[in-house]
């Protein structure tokens, strides 16, 4: 079975980084074909795509966030990590990493989200 498990920390202040690691289970971050996802959702707002990194390794971010955004990987411990640099109170939001069967969009696999809070 396929799982996916978000954590860090659930605060950031201002103009720091946010820091998030995705944990995989039940299936390898290398496999053919999947590509690793962060999405977010502030409050009160739809799902953001931000971006995601494939299995070849290859990290690709959203236009509005990819100054900003780092997405990285650690294979032995099966897990990839999101950082947002120079975070604001707009970053607040629910963080979710997802897997994507292809590029295609269709996530069938979500962790249940952490809550990140950016504030002084």
């Known amino acids: 079975q396929v799982q996916l498990q978000e954590s860090g920390p659930g605060l950031v202040k201002i103009s720091q980084t946010l820091s998030l690691t995705c944990t995989v289970s039940?299936?390898?971050?290398?496999?053919?074909?999947?590509?690793w996802s962060w999405i977010r959702q502030p409050p009160g707002k739809g799902l953001e795509w931000i971006g995601y990194?494939?299995?070849?390794?290859?990290?690709y971010y959203g236009p509005s966030l990819k100054g900003r955004t780092v997405i990285s990987r650690d294979t032995s411990k099966n897990q990839f990590t999101l950082q947002v640099t120079s975070v604001t109170p707009e970053d607040t939001a629910v963080y979710y990493c997802?897997?994507?069967?292809?590029?295609?969009?269709?996530?069938?696999?979500w962790g249940q989200g952490t809550q990140v809070t950016v504030s002084s």
């Open positions: 997802a897997r994507d069967e292809g590029t295609t969009g269709h996530y069938e696999y």
């Open positions: 039940g299936t390898s971050i290398t496999s053919n074909g999947y590509y």
């Open positions: 990194i494939s299995f070849t390794g290859s990290a």
